[in-house]
């Protein structure tokens, strides 16, 4: 029950500073102040990766559907751009299909985002499957896979960037999904 679950919540957290209360114990400030720093990093990181996923798992789908609207509400507009840019024509029509295609890669790209986090699950799942959630695991479970779950689900953000790196097969997409998918700059 939810109880049980706050309480296993509450001992995990303790065993993870566990380490850093020995440091303090054994009056060592700055290794104990570092030990606790390092695991609310870890901590807020992991919390701000997940917050990031689940609000672009409920805002990706409208915003794919708003600019997919958008694009096809345009191709009169786009149609006459093409007619009157004569030779350069051809261009404009490139540029408006590859935004077309830009738009349709998301689903692909999400479900392969979807099958990692799908796997970082059952990672998790299978690790504490026979001991009941095992309190020992805590450490391992909270250091890999959760954090590797939450890494996976940020990159949901890095869905339209990294289709935009595949339809221009350029640079630019890849620098913006670098730039998203950097670790946060505060502890």
Known sequence: ?????????MIGNMLVNAE????????NVALATQCLSIAEGHRTTNSSYAVMAKIAESSMPKLRNAIELIQYAVFPIMLLMVISAGHAGMSVLRVYAQSLLWVQLWPPLYAVVNYIMTNKSQAWSAVTDNNA?????H?????ATIEDK????????AIPPIAAALVKGGEIGLQAVAGLVSPPKGA
Request: proline share 3%; hydrophobic share 55%; with cysteine.
């Open 1 to 9: 029950g939810a109880p049980a679950a706050i309480r296993q919540g």
């Open 20 to 27: 850093c209360a020995v440091q303090a114990q054994s009056n």
């Open 133 to 137: 959630g095992a309190l020992i695991y």
């Open 139 to 143: 450490q391992w479970v909270s250091g």
């Open 150 to 157: 939450a890494v996976a689900g940020m990159l949901v953000i």
